[in-house]
């Protein structure tokens, strides 16, 4: 198994620009998840999906964030326009349904986003 | 809300030795999940060790374990004949059994091996 794969690795932009990460989970699995770390806030989590409906959006911190799952295959995060205090390293995670006894969540190698 | 506290922002160990890392959590909640997980530098976050609130017995992984105290709400890792490939971040993190899967992270220990 290729584990949950997220691209790209490392993303620097200018700030106002556009920012698209992407995510792949490991396949079979139900639940998908987007983290977020920095030195100040640690890792929170930004947002989840069931079954590619979001469940939790609490977490994302402005409008300017926006995430989707158009198939269990493939997730985005979306930030428009960036700003500097948006880089951080983006983790994806996934994991079976809660429930299942074997739902620990897998995560990524993430991707950093540096945004001047 | 649940919260996850790390006391120890560093910690260091000699190669071989033994070493605790600390974590306390509130929750109201009587059903849960603990974890820790391992952040090397190469930024890949990897499970250690799950345990169930409802489970007395404190989970094993080779030699990595914890002690679970549920009415004290502490979750300890102890890491036996510490190894070089063991330094990395540690997170202790929350997660409930019901509702809400998001896992709800500690600060995170830094852990040194010293040769």
């Known amino acids: 198994d290729a584990g949950v794969i997220q691209s790209p690795r490392h993303e620097v932009t200018e700030m106002g620009q556009e920012v698209t990460l992407r995510c792949k989970p490991i396949s079979g699995h139900n639940s998908l998840f987007w983290y977020r770390q920095t030195m100040m806030r640690g890792l929170e989590l930004l947002i989840y999906?069931?079954?590619?409906?979001?469940?939790?959006d609490s977490g994302m911190p402005e409008d300017r964030f926006s995430a989707k799952m158009p198939n269990a295959s493939f997730s985005t995060l979306k930030i428009q326009p960036s700003e500097p205090r948006d880089s951080a390293v983006y983790f994806c995670?996934?994991?079976?349904?809660?429930?299942?006894?074997?739902?620990?969540?897998?995560f990524g190698p993430g991707t950093r986003l540096t945004v001047l | 809300a649940q919260t996850v506290t790390q006391s120890q922002p560093e910690m260091s160990v000699q190669e071989a030795e033994t070493v605790t890392l600390s974590c306390t959590y509130d929750t109201s909640e009587s059903d849960y999940y603990l974890f820790w997980y391992k952040q090397p530098p190469s930024r890949q976050m990897i499970l250690v060790i799950r345990q169930e609130a409802y489970k007395q017995q404190n989970a094993t992984e080779n030699r990595f374990s914890v002690n679970f105290q549920k009415a004290a709400k502490s979750f300890s890792l102890k890491i036996s004949d510490s190894q070089l490939g063991d330094a990395a971040m540690y997170f202790c993190?929350?997660?409930?059994?019901?509702?809400?899967?998001?896992?709800?992270f500690g600060q995170g220990t830094r852990l040194t091996i010293n040769p």
């Open positions: 995670a996934s994991s079976l349904a809660p429930g299942t006894g074997e739902d620990e969540q897998f």
């Open positions: 999906f069931n079954n590619n409906v979001p469940i939790d």
């Open positions: 993190a929350y997660r409930s059994a019901r509702g809400a899967q998001k896992l709800v």
